[in-house]
């Protein structure tokens, strides 16, 4: 059990059980919120994961902490794979298929409700994975990162896209200033008071990660997940990060 924190409390709760309560109120406008919080940075990040599993031309692609579905609705734009967004949020699903069912793409995507951290798929079922936002929800990462590898085809493409801290420590003072002052105020003006709630627990909830888990860390725990040709890319001046590699043959 980690100790998750919230508004400068701590509590010793499931990851999973915590996740949930945050995300509940948020499905209806997570995307468009999403977007304007991180200052239209969120799209490039995505569009950058989604990017580094295309060409391996997948036929069935497992996209992990789907929320909504805007990384699922991205990949059904961009390959002809049939899709699975796997998400703990039943009304995150919910509003993820009544968005994506309505597009050309509806049949070829469907949505289970699972837990990363046992993934309901046999070994070696899929030819690509994705994963947004995940390992700061989850009580093992390492674990859940071999999970994730399991289901993965030998050469099958692995990305994920999580937030991050920057590293030059000017970036970083202006990142503390607007992950804890902006971004719960912008959060309650745009999104009330659900989105005051996430807008203070999402900075001082990367810093625990970084200080348990840095990015070197991440990356050894993706090789011994037995995944190959790790490369990790920051991005918008560190305050994202996008992890790709190949599951190994």
Known sequence: MRVVRHGGQSSRRAPNEFSQELFAPLPVRYNALATVLSLGQDRRWRSAMVQRVVGVEPQLVLDVA?????????LAVT????????????????RGRHLLNRGSW???????RARAEQLPF???TFDALTFTYLLRYVDDPAATIREIARVVKPGGAISSLEFAVPRRWWWRGSWWLYTRLLLPVGGFLTGGRAWWGVGRFLGPSISQHYRRYSLEWTREAWRHAGIEHVEVRRMSLGGGVVISGYRRD
């Open 79 to 94: 390959t002809r794979a049939r899709i699975v967004g796997v998400d703990l949020s039943e009304p995150m699903l919910r």
């Open 106 to 112: 509806g049949p070829r995507v469907n949505f289970v």
């Open 66 to 74: 789907c929320g909504t579905g805007a990384v699922t609705k991205r």
């Open 122 to 124: 046999a070994d070696a």
